[in-house]
């Protein structure tokens, strides 16, 4: 079952430096939203908020319904899917195993059957490469299985820390695809940071543009370009047309 994503007048500061100015963003239940924004604009921050890896200094954020700070904070991640960057496999651990690790947390009564299943949903055969350890495939194939390891136990929502961008194109359009595919057939709720906002449109159902700990503008692709509310996410978006001109994207 997908759950709502909410974050209402976040703040945070690292120091002196204000990462996160007042943010406010809801994610219904099913839906997918996009952070998209340069370095430093704060989209890494408000998505490790929702799972507690930070604690903003003020503000509320709920998942499910749930205040974040109100439970333990094990039990919220184990029930939100978390794909970093660089997938965050365990290196010495077979892709069978690295997948099957939050059901056995959560204590499904069949761990490995759950993660065989993730597995084949992400595309990648459990009895040709189960066995496998990450180094041993390629980096696709690991992204996928950190999407299938984000999945194993169903969860409603997952976090998505630029899990494509260290892929080759074609790697990353094909990621994508899977990526898309098993979205729309578990109907998870999804948020997903990203440079890109050709990925973004591909992907989300609303794009937030972040800069500057601040959330400039969200709506859809075609909202942004009909009325884009400030100079920033005007640059933005003529950036993007000219890189999908260049890569023949829609």
Known sequence: MSIALEAKDVVHRFGETVALGGVSIDVPAGTMAALVGESGSGKTTLLRSFNRMIRPDSGTLRVGGEDVR???????????????????????????????????????????AAAADALALVGLDPERFGHRLPRDVSGGQRQRAAIARALAARQGA??????????????????HETFARVRSEIGFTALLITHDLVEAARLADTIAVMRSGRIEQTGTLGELRRAPATEYVESLLARAASAAAVLGAP
Do not use: C
């Not at 184990?78 to 939050?102: D, E, M, T």
């Not at 998505?160 to 990621?175: H, K, N, S, V, Y």
């Open 158 to 175: 997952v976090l998505l820390d630029e899990p494509f961008g260290a892929l080759d194109a074609i790697t990353r359009a094909e990621t």
């Open 70 to 112: 109100a439970g333990d904070p094990i039990t919220l991640r184990r029930q939100i899917g978390y794909v970093p960057q660089h997938g965050g496999l365990l290196p010495h651990w077979p892709l069978l195993r690295n997948v099957a690790l939050v059901p056995r947390l959560v204590g499904a009564t069949e761990p490995h």
